[in-house]
């Protein structure tokens, strides 16, 4: 395990913990729970979450051993425009506005450090024009 896969776990699970304790926020009853202690809490629940699921993502398929997947590049397949009607802004300011994002679909090339083994997978990434 490299020292970027720690780091990623950790990052990951203290992100999802201020998630969580953000969305708390919004309820009554639940935001008096919310403090630090709560936040390292449910980052600390959320680390093995992360982990198996970082995991699972970065074993070879070909010799099974996680931690190993390291990125190998990309490859556009197509690109083309989608348009989502979308709302912005708060009470009187609320309006419907039609926004254009790029939608990407492309090969993910992986390779496998330990054996040598070359994959892809298929992914899709949606960036605002
Ligand atoms: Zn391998």
């Not at 203290?14 to 998630?19: K, P």
């Not at 919004?26 to 992360?50: K, N, T």
Request: proline share 2%; with cysteine.
């Amino acid at each position: 395990m490299r020292f970027s896969d720690k780091f990623g776990i950790i990052a990951i699970s203290l992100m999802t913990g201020g998630i969580i304790s953000m969305f708390m926020f919004f309820f009554d009853g639940v935001r008096e729970y919310v403090s630090w202690g709560s936040f390292f809490l449910i980052s600390i629940l959320a680390s093995p979450i992360v982990y198996f699921s970082m995991k699972g993502s970065s074993t070879c398929p070909a010799c099974k051993k996680a931690w190993k997947e390291i990125s190998n590049g990309q490859e556009t397949i197509r690109e083309y425009p989608v348009t989502k009607t979308e709302n912005e802004g708060y009470g009187d300011q609320r309006r419907s506005v039609v926004n254009t994002y790029i939608h990407r679909e492309y090969w993910q090339f992986h390779k496998c450090e330990a054996c040598n083994h070359e994959w892809k997978t298929k992914e899709n990434s949606e960036t605002k024009a």
